[in-house]
């Protein structure tokens, strides 16, 4: 099917990635393979930082490898540095994911380097792809934290940002991705930037990924769509957010996403209410953190007929 709009889930990387708890291999694998079958094809599954950072990714490999036999996904990983791409390759991740944070306090807070030590660190990625000819299908995307907003240095400067995508596809993404890290964007703040950075990046695709800290998200959504964005990252039942902020929140709810572009007659190729078995196994798995989402509690409207569902039936 040819699908007007990409959803990516992100859940079982930023979802998890403050969730105390650790998921066992095989449920975070059952989680994923029930939304495979509700029809979203991309998701972040992993991170490969180091496990006395981050426990929750201690299967990292595990978790890379076993979404490999899953049929017909996408499944990205998270690298934070060379080092952790380069176990990602030799897992064989289709993609890996960099990151490099536009405010300059935050990319010394997240990686401990300067930024631009951030940038060249991306660069190897990308050359080590290059010059490896077993990788060559391997794509490098990345991401830029704090793009709308940074809870150290507060507003972050468009031009900063176009300063930082430029100088990342010019070390050879193959993808951007702009995030609202924190929660802080508006849906003005996101048309404007994403009309500067969409046409910069050309053939390259842009993802936005917003978090629903302060209620925005799907606002956000809306007006990244207006600005030409077709490609959205979220997380199923909108798990993650910061413990040490309260009343924080994950990224926007997966569920609640699907149905706001469907019913915008946009086309994602998942069946929103099939996306409940996810939901269910997550939330077992998980029973002490909040979830969060409005859909799979309250019912598709009656007589609703998502996008999807048309071209499904013609
Ligand atoms: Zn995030």
Redesign the pocket.
């Known amino acids: 099917m040819q699908k007007d709009v990409q959803v990516r889930e992100?859940g079982p990387r930023?979802g998890l990635q403050l969730v105390k708890q650790f998921m066992p291999t095989e449920t975070k694998i059952a989680w994923i393979k029930a939304e495979a079958e509700a029809g979203v094809v991309d998701f972040e599954v992993t991170s490969f930082v180091p496990p006395s950072v981050i426990p929750q990714f201690a299967d990292a490999r595990d978790v890379a490898t076993e979404s490999l036999k899953i049929d017909g996904i996408n499944a990205m990983v998270l690298v934070p540095n060379l080092k952790g791409a380069e176990m990602a390759f030799e897992t064989g991740s289709p993609k890996v994911n960099g990151i490099v944070s536009v405010s300059k306090t935050h990319n010394k807070a997240n990686v401990r380097r300067t930024r631009d030590d951030s940038v060249e660190g991306f660069r190897k990625i990308v050359e080590l792809r290059n010059n490896t000819p077993e990788y060559a299908n391997l794509k490098v995307g990345c991401g830029l934290?704090t793009a709308l907003g940074c809870t150290l240095e507060g507003n972050v400067a468009e031009s900063e940002v176009l300063k930082v995508a430029e100088q990342l596809l010019d070390a050879g993404a193959d993808e951007i991705m702009i995030?609202d890290?924190v929660g802080y964007a508006s849906p003005s703040q996101v048309r404007s930037l994403l009309k500067q950075v969409i046409p910069l990046c050309g053939d390259i695709p842009v993802v936005a990924?917003f978090?629903d800290t302060r209620g925005l998200g799907l606002a956000n959504v809306y007006a990244a769509l207006e600005a030409g964005c077709t490609r959205f990252?979220a997380s199923l039942a909108g798990f993650?957010g910061c413990p040490f902020a309260p009343g924080a929140t994950?990224?926007i709810v997966t569920e609640d996403l699907v149905f706001l572009l469907e019913a915008e007659g946009l086309k994602t190729g998942i069946d929103v209410m099939a996306l409940r078995k996810a939901r269910e196994i997550l939330t077992g798995a998980l029973p002490e953190e909040a979830a969060h989402g409005a859909i799979l509690k309250a019912g598709l409207p009656k007589g609703f007929v998502p996008a999807t569902a048309q071209v499904a039936a013609e």
């Open positions: 992100v930023d934290p995030p890290t990924h978090h990252d993650g994950g990224n």
